[in-house]
């Protein structure tokens, strides 16, 4: 079975493409499932809309869900189009995120660290500045959100775990013991990660793969597509990749159930 649990669409203000056509590029794709799971709106604003560039507005995200299900019924039979949405962590909003995903007939819910102790995730410039300690500090912080996000039991799979890897340098010579720490704190939470292949180096991959694995961490796949094309992105060389690492099965989901399948 294959199949796509992170896509993105136009409305978040940083992907290309309607809803629509993630739907029929994952059929062209031979895909079964696609999940539609574009970012969550910052609800904890005053503002409809702190975020163009982010996410969409607090106001469009009922038409999302309704387009969604509307997608899901117009292509039933053809392809399992299901509802989700990646919502980012944030420790003072918990109790409002967890009544808002609540309210809709949600499939999944990712749940993403993008910003964690008061810088993005993507902040590179900020990691310039830092000594060989402070750089270590942070990487230990955001293990602590990850694992944080694992016991907050508001997603079904956490989104790129490991994302810092891709943007703080040097990344790998910060060793350090919060990493298994945390990887225990999802297996012990029973959440899944997923393997996320939006950039030539999936995450997570290598040793920390190895270690999720060693720990009873499940996983599942998400190409995190900007782009309709992009839908399905690496699915065939993940799969053989887990399958050398040692796992023999991932998750699929529906209406915020989870099933393990065969690799």
């Known amino acids: 079975m294959r199949f796509d649990f992170h896509t993105h669409h136009e409305r978040c203000g940083h992907a290309t493409g309607t809803l629509r056509e ?91 660290v993008h910003e964690f102790a008061g810088i993005g995730l993507y902040d590179s410039e900020h990691w310039d500045q830092l000594t060989n300690q402070g750089k270590l500090d942070l990487k230990n912080s955001y293990y602590y959100h990850v694992a944080q996000s694992a016991k907050s039991g508001l997603y079904d799979i956490l989104g790129h775990v490991d994302a810092l890897d891709r943007y703080m340098p040097d990344y790998k010579t910060y060793q350090t013991e919060i990493a298994d720490e945390t990887l225990q704190t999802i297996a012990e939470n029973d959440i899944v990660i997923e393997i996320n292949s939006s950039d030539e180096h999936w995450v997570p991959n290598g040793v920390l793969l190895e270690r999720a694995l060693h720990y009873g961490v499940k996983v599942t796949f998400g190409s995190d597509a900007h782009e309709p094309e992009r839908v399905g992105d690496h699915f065939e060389e993940v799969r053989k990749h887990l399958l050398e690492v040692g796992y023999r099965e991932w998750a699929i989901f529906n209406q915020r159930q989870r099933t393990m399948i065969s690799l």
């Open 22 to 112: 993630y739907v029929t590029a994952a059929i062209e794709n031979n895909l079964q499932i696609i999940g539609l799971a574009d970012h969550l709106p910052l609800f904890a604003e005053q503002e409809d809309h702190p975020s163009p560039g982010g996410c969409m507005a607090k106001s469009e995200f009922p038409n999302y869900v309704n387009e969604v299900l509307q997608l899901k019924q117009e292509f039933a039979g053809k392809i399992d189009v299901l509802l989700g949405v990646e919502a980012d962590f944030i420790l003072d909003c918990l109790g409002l995120y967890r009544k808002i995903l609540a309210s809709y007939p949600f499939d999944y819910v990712i749940g993403s």
